[in-house]
């Protein structure tokens, strides 16, 4: 049963820690970026993802109106209101309830969540087939279903919030625990989401538990995040003329108006060479050191920026996911 809400807003405040985490969604719902988190059993992987929504922009009136009518299509009910959707179907719903479709195509959970986001928890536990299927509209932000007799299109274009374990005991990589499983288990495991869809993740973040007592410090509320997430969505909106950010412009648009220093060209060309980044994955990077650059107030690229963009891409469990691809 695919389980929704448009949630119930939580706050930074709460989180304890994760200052990493936080940062990496602040840059993820200021450009619009895809995320993976991946970590041990309650490290509080469900709770970042909840609270991502709170430090989301609020919806345009156009946007609220499309939200309602991909509502309406759907069959569920939504007033019309200024949060982003937030939608969290469980891995065991269908791919048609997920992608949409049906004998009467109806919109399915990827398209509910257009302008807002896409969590899915567990992602590994979804089957290949729906991950699979997510592949174009990742790409073009729609999803099309072909029926016998006719094709619908519908929006989707949302920003995808996957969570994971590292391995099938959850322990891979922690301090305080000892991972049971096999190197062929942790293999297994970690390529069930295969190299397109990871190749579509922007920010891959490995988390550990935090310390529930260390931190007597106030945390950062969500409200103050979100300002900063404001200004840098100005920004690219100034940038490009409309309202679209940096994940979703064109590639030539940014490539045209923040072209990266022959340098800073060279840096991304060895490290993706050493790290095997596809193309796909180079222009991720220079999509999120935009971001970057933007929430820093920047008008260029700076070396500063596409260093935190290329860090973003490497973490942790994703080096053990590369080297299982190599050997595989
Ligand atoms: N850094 C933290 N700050 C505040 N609360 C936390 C933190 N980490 C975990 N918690 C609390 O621990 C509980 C478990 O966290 P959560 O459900 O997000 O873990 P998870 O990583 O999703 O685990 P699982 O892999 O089992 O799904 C939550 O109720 C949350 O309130
Ligand atoms: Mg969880």
């Known amino acids: 049963m695919p389980h929704n809400s448009d949630s119930p807003q ?25 995320v993976l988190m991946s970590g041990p059993p309650g490290c509080g992987k469900s709770m970042l993802a909840e609270t991502f929504p709170s430090i989301l922009p609020v919806l ?3 946007a609220q109106l499309e939200v309602m009518s991909l509502y309406q299509l759907a069959g569920e009910s939504r007033s019309l209101h200024q949060t982003a959707p937030y939608r969290h179907p469980h891995h065991s719903a269908s791919s048609v309830a997920i992608i949409g479709g049906g004998s009467s195509p109806r919109p399915g959970e990827i398209s509910l969540a257009h302008h807002g986001v896409l969590f899915l928890d567990e992602i590994a536990e979804f089957t290949k087939k729906t991950l699979d299927m997510l592949r174009q509209p990742l790409e073009t932000g729609q999803v099309t279903i072909s029926r016998a007799h006719s ?19 959850g322990f891979l ?3 305080d625990h000892y991972c049971t499983c096999l190197q062929k288990q942790i293999q297994n495991y970690q ?9 579509r ?22 409200i103050d995040i979100r300002k900063r997430v404001e200004n840098a969505r100005q920004r690219q909106y ?5 309202e679209i950010t940096n994940a979703k412009a064109p590639f030539d648009v940014i490539t045209e108006t923040s072209p990266l220093a ?11 060479a050493k790290q095997n980044w596809s193309n796909r994955v180079q222009i991720k990077i220079i999509r999120l050191a935009r971001t970057i650059a933007d929430l820093a107030g920047d008008e260029k690229i700076s070396d500063t920026a596409l260093w935190e963009a290329m860090t973003l891409r490497r973490r942790g469990l994703h080096k053990q996911q590369v080297i299982a691809r190599e050997t595989q």
Not at 152 to 168: D, E, H, Q, R
Not at 191 to 199: H, I, Q
Not at 204 to 222: A, P
Request: proline share 4%; glycine share 6%.
């Open 10 to 34: 939580k706050d930074f405040r709460h989180v304890i820690g994760h200052e990493q985490a936080k940062r990496a969604l602040e840059i993820a719902a200021a450009g619009e970026h895809n």
């Open 191 to 199: 390529n069930r989401l295969s190299g397109p869809v990871y190749d």
């Open 151 to 169: 094709t619908v299109t519908y929006p989707s274009s949302f920003i995808l919030i996957g969570a994971m374990n590292p391995c099938p005991c």
């Open 238 to 242: 100034q940038r490009y003329q409309t």
């Open 173 to 175: 990589g922690s301090n």
């Open 60 to 62: 345009t009136n156009q």
């Open 262 to 272: 022959t340098e800073q060209q060279k840096m991304l060309t060895n490290v993706a």
């Open 201 to 222: 993740i922007d920010i891959l973040l490995s988390l550990k538990s935090v310390n529930l007592d260390q931190t007597i410090k106030t945390q950062e509320s969500s």
